[in-house]
């Protein structure tokens, strides 16, 4: 439990004591929604961050059919992540939509930790609801859970050379068991936090990188919307984070 007798019990900071991490999302934004004023911080003080997305959002945008709609979002994805210090960004072409939980999605994230060899993999909410452990709140969407739950279990499949013997044998991939923790962004029950100030206003311009998706999405200022989501979020997590805008995270350590 992560509650006392007075309230919610105050944030941890974020492990510290890490180089490299690769962040699993299932679509161009979700980070930007999430966590990339944090990841903006951590690429400032030398640390690697790769991204991967499952999909390339093709299917994110109803007035742009998902032929010009994929390669128009892995653009703005891949300047979006170059704003926050992401020089890296990887699709695995799944199809946005229809994502499945299984032995398939699971063995792509796998592969891509024996590539990239993180000690801290970052994923998103995997559970059935953006409510509280009482219920309640936004259902989830099923890409996010299929991705957030295969990059939870793919942590340990990385490290297990007689799970996908495949990666070794015909990719070369070795196994790497080097993943410390997996943070969750996106939870309503978070354990951690990283301090967002350094990084807030880089978050802002990544987010507003993707300018066909909230143009589709909003008809306000896009500044305006992205400002208020983006430091809504930051502020919300400061009340247990000794009041310092943060990015919340529940971490789990391996």
Known sequence: MNERLDGPA??????????????VVAHPDDLEYGCAAAIADWTDGGREVVYLLATRGEAGIDTIDPAACAPLREAEQRASAAVVGVPTVEFLDHRDGVLEYGLDLRRDIA??????RPELVITMNHRDTWGGAEGGGHWNTPDHKAV???????????GNRWIFPELLTEQGLEPWDGVRW???????TPTHAADAGPGLERSVTSLMEHKAYIAALTDEDPEAYVRAFLTGNTQQAAARFGGRPAVAFEVFPR
């Open 111 to 116: 592969a891509a930790i024996r590539r990239h």
């Open 10 to 23: 105050p944030l941890e900071p974020m492990p510290t004591d890490w180089q490299r991490a690769l962040a």
């Open 182 to 188: 997996v943070a969750v962004s996106g939870t309503t």
């Open 148 to 158: 957030g739950r295969a990059t939870l279990d793919a942590a340990g499949d990385a």
